[in-house]
């Protein structure tokens, strides 16, 4: 019946469809559809839609405030992130506590570097100035593999602090990467054809002598430094699995996504494993996940998926079952903060209305501006939106000239996410100014992806 007549399947969606109406009790439906899950991977169709870093705040503090959520986990770099987390915490320095998002310098600066994550973090620094010393502070983390020499440097300056005979074999072993400082595609590119060495095997060891420390303090103590001696060996695992991407990169696109999103989902159980420990270990901690939907919905329900490629929505699931709850966005129109191509400044683009036929067009045609749609609910309009149809996806490149090639994939919505937001009329987000930037910065954020 809806495939004779989509304007039908549109009518029947705008009957279970819940309209959103800027009030506060707005998301009580999704609160109720998301229960107990523990982790929360809410996504996004674009990284420079304004709707969806406003929307994606307030569902978090309200998830914080009522459902105890411990992290918020974002689609950015370990030590970059960690900039925002000590900020938030109340441990950052004179820089963090005047420029928390200082550390976001690489192109796409403006994917976290913008008023509306500034906003959240602010928010994020008086709730947790607000708690009484038992309650444990909400922290904010980061979980891509982009920020190699930044990692580093992390490591070095943890060990000078800790141990400083072992920051002297760190040294030597990171040396290897000395190559890398200007480029590290260029290392990636050598490395992966055997023109220069590669640098994974004094990487591994490093790896394994930060996990030997952890575990010599852990028995000469009794405790762990805190969040510390965790930051270090995650960034000493960045650097391991950086290492491998950009060789990985040279050998085509799906190993290059399985490595990153690997990578981040192992992150995301490491950090979730840590905070539960930090606090007696009774009880899982709960999680909320920011990326952008290519990473957060599962890959199986794509045609990304039929090529081979995971993602981190669909490792969650396949790990922690009924503990993860997927939340999707989408857009029809409007304009979108991006670059059109890499490196070029940043600008609010015009987003084209969706193609016909697509999922952004079928949700237009509801006439409702804003809502949430359960997708797990069992009726035969779910059931038809399980058919397989476009879907659109802008990461820091948005190319309209090109839109149907460059932005659409097939998906079938109801195995993708468990629920979904749209706003149909949307605007891009508002940039802060860029802080100095650094020295040997590695590949942009997002690269060759752009999602």
């Known amino acids: 019946m809806f495939q004779a007549n989509p304007s039908d399947l549109a009518s029947a969606l705008a009957l279970i469809a819940q309209p959103l109406k800027t009030t506060p009790d707005d998301y009580d439906i999704l609160l109720d559809s998301i229960g107990d899950a523990r982790l929360v991977l809410i996504g996004e169709a674009s990284h420079g839609t304004h709707e969806f870093y406003q929307e994606r705040a307030l569902i978090t503090r309200r ?57 959240f973090a602010v928010w994020l620094r008086q709730w947790n100035d607000s708690l009484s010393d038992h309650r444990p502070k909400t922290g904010f983390y980061g979980l891509d593999l982009y920020g190699l020499h930044a990692s580093i440097d992390a490591v070095l300056r943890y060990l000078d602090r800790v141990d400083p005979e072992a920051a002297l074999r760190a040294r030597e072993r990171y040396a290897c990467f000395e190559g890398a400082k200007s480029d590290a595609t260029v290392y990636g590119y050598e490395a992966s054809l055997g023109l220069t060495e590669s640098c994974e095997e004094e990487a591994l060891r490093q790896l394994v002598e930060m996990r030997r420390i952890a575990t010599e303090r852990l028995a000469g103590q009794g405790r762990l430094d805190g969040d510390d001696q965790f930051e270090a060996e995650q960034n000493a695992r960045l650097i391991l699995d950086a ?152 990461g820091v490149i948005y190319r309209p000239e090109t839109e149907r090639a460059s932005h659409y994939f097939h998906s079938r919505l109801p195995a993708q996410f468990d629920g979904l937001l749209h706003f149909d009329h949307t605007h891009a987000v508002d940039p802060l100014g860029p802080p100095e930037p650094r020295l040997g910065d590695e590949v942009p954020e997002t690269f060759p992806s752009a999602v």
Do not use: C
Not at 86 to 92: D, I, L, N, S
Not at 98 to 109: A, E, N, Y
Not at 338 to 354: F, K, L, N, Q
């Open 63 to 119: 998830l914080i405030e009522e459902k105890g959520f411990e992290a918020v986990a974002v689609e950015a770099d370990w030590p970059d992130a960690y900039r925002v987390n000590r900020f938030v915490k109340g441990e950052g320095d004179v820089l963090e506590a005047s420029d928390p998002l200082s550390g976001f310098r690489r192109f796409p600066q403006w994917m976290w570097r913008n008023t509306e994550v500034l906003d």
């Open 243 to 394: 290492e491998r991407y950009y060789r990985t990169m040279f050998r085509g696109r799906v190993d290059a996504w399985n490595l990153r999103d690997r990578h981040m989902a192992d992150t995301l159980d490491a950090l979730a494993e840590h905070l539960a420990l930090q606090r007696g270990g009774a009880v899982p901690a709960k999680v909320v996940v920011w990326e952008h939907n290519s990473h957060l919905g599962d890959a199986r329900a794509t045609e990304f998926g039929e090529w081979g490629e995971f993602n981190v929505g669909q490792l969650m699931r396949e790990r922690h079952g009924k503990q993860v709850y997927l939340l999707g966005m989408t857009t029809y129109t409007g304009n979108v903060m991006a670059a059109s191509d890499w490196g070029a400044a940043a600008e609010s683009i015009r987003v084209r209305p969706a193609l016909p036929n697509s999922y952004e067009a079928l949700f237009h045609d509801t006439g409702i501006e804003r809502f949430f749609l359960d997708l797990r609910l069992d009726n035969e309009v779910i059931e038809t939106l399980a058919e397989t149809r476009p879907e659109r996806a802008i």
